[in-house]
């Protein structure tokens, strides 16, 4: 039976069950010894990470610059050129806030900033890899909004443009850098310019056969058909929320909204075949107060969810890998909320901050199967797990980290195969969520609902979107005053 065929297979069961999700993974049996990285290596302001097609050469976004690394001897990973003040010799330069890269082909896209930056430049740097080691720098093409996060295929630019406003997916030539085609949520349905932006932001695009699947916080997963980018189309949506209910939230409920779960759709990617979706969802625990004077913890870290696509009109969600428990789930705490990923044939590769990185059978989605587990949460917080490709009989996965307090960012190899970490450390002086209260919810939004009661923090501005980065300066100026700034600049 194919993937397509199971894939229906079990969408049928788990319709007649009336529910499909499940708590957790079961472990495998582990690979002989110890399961630990092959190799590391360190890059300053690392954040995304991509693989070139034949898996022996990893791009990193390094927040001043880029760097690109060879892996083909993952245990003696070299880097192999670096690019750093990016445009430094520009009146507005340098470039920089550049958290995400993407490839397609030969053709490396740079974008940012990932959150506003008062006078910089914003937009996509298109970068010609064919060499890796002489990376040659071809076009800059600005935009008027920051691009936290990008997707590249075809000769296309998928870029999500949080502009304060309506949020659109934009979609660019990377050669010649005009405009196809732009979509948003509120032209879909209007009643979503009522809902804040910033529970709505456009965090992340995966596009396959032209087809984007766009995450969209509290308003969920969208599969939007670009394959005429001036006349999308929108297929079917993941969770998408009501409008109605979010725009009726009070200011502390939407800031608790947008922390906690459910909601805060993050990363999405598909499987080889496209039929199976992963939602990564990143969230947290907020304190609110209780009627007696005390507080509790509402909310917590999240996983990464699994759907059936097949049908994109019918989403199927199939099972849900959880996210490991840490001491401290709040913003200030240890984050073990699920990041970015990667599907490989039938695996799953995750990362989860300093929750380490994980591997799973995901033969059958609505039962993965966890392979492995690595973490090191006092030197690495992991942002993406990827696969690269197959090395001796097992293979190689690679993953980048952003560093912990004196620890340095860095990218690192692991062996492609299942196995226990040696000693592996907890998470704090108690690997525990037990302190946890999921208040019972009065409010329903989407899958779930906001908790009842109100939290402690005060309400932000429209910019103040989690997962974008926390201790941006220029949040507090809001995003329409730094576009403003821009244009009155260009001006």
Request: hydrophobic letters at 35%.
């Amino acid at each position: 039976m194919d993937r397509r065929q199971f894939l229906r297979t079990v969408s049928a069961s788990a319709l007649a069950a009336s529910t499909a999700v499940v708590v957790g993974s079961p472990l495998a049996t582990a690979h002989p010894g110890p399961f630990e990285p092959l190799g590391r290596i360190e890059i300053d302001g690392a954040k995304e990470a991509v693989v070139s097609a034949d898996g022996e050469t990893v791009f990193v976004a390094a927040t001043d610059g880029y760097a690109v690394v060879d892996v083909s001897a993952p245990d003696r990973p070299e880097l192999l050129a670096e690019r750093r003040d990016l445009r430094s010799d520009r009146e507005d330069g340098p470039f920089r806030g550049l958290y995400d890269v993407k490839l397609d082909g030969d053709t490396l896209l740079v974008v940012g900033p990932a959150n506003p930056i008062p006078g910089a430049p914003a937009g996509v740097l298109v970068v010609d890899v064919s060499d890796p080691a002489t990376p040659e720098e071809i076009a800059f093409h600005e935009t008027g909004f920051p691009i936290h996060n990008c997707f590249a295929a075809d000769g296309r630019a998928y870029l999500t443009a949080n502009d304060g406003d309506r949020n659109p997916l934009v979609v660019l030539d990377v050669d010649s850098g005009d405009e196809l085609g732009r979509w948003s949520v509120v032209s879909t349905d209007d009643r979503w310019a009522d809902v804040p932006p910033s529970m709505r932001s456009v965090h992340d695009v995966w596009v396959r056969d032209r087809v984007a699947h766009v995450a969209l916080w509290d308003a969920g997963t969208w599969f939007v058909d670009l394959s005429d980018p001036a006349s999308p189309s929108v297929l079917g949506a993941v969770s998408p929320g009501d409008p109605e209910e979010l725009a009726a939230l009070t200011p502390r409920d939407r800031h608790r909204e947008r922390r906690t779960p459910p909601g805060n759709h993050h990363y999405v990617a598909t499987d080889d075949a496209g039929d199976l979706l992963g939602v990564g969802v990143e969230s947290w625990a907020v304190e609110v107060d209780r009627d007696d004077g005390t507080t509790e913890l509402v909310g917590g870290p999240s996983g990464v969810e699994l759907w059936d696509v097949s049908n994109p009109a019918n989403p199927v969600r199939l099972s849900t890998i959880e996210p490991p428990a840490g001491p401290d789930p709040t913003l200030g705490g240890v984050w073990t909320t699920a990041h970015n990923f990667d599907f490989r044939d039938d695996r799953l590769y995750t990362s989860w901050y300093r929750g380490g990185v994980k591997r799973h059978d995901v033969s059958d989605p609505t039962d993965p199967v966890e392979l492995a587990w690595w973490r090191d949460p006092e030197r690495a917080s992991f942002w993406t797990a990827q696969y690269a490709y197959p090395f001796a009989d097992e293979g190689v996965f690679v993953a980048s980290s952003r560093g912990v307090d004196d620890a340095s960012p860095a990218l690192y190899t692991f062996p492609d195969h299942a196995g226990d970490q040696r000693d592996p450390p907890t998470l704090g002086p108690e690997t525990t969520t037990e302190s946890l209260v999921n208040t019972p919810p009065t409010t329903p939004t989407g899958d779930g609902a906001t908790p009842s009661a109100s939290d402690n923090s005060p309400s932000t501005s429209a910019t103040d979107a989690p997962g974008f980065g926390l201790g941006v300066g220029a949040a507090a100026l809001g995003v329409a005053g730094w576009l403003a700034r821009r244009r009155g600049r260009r001006d």
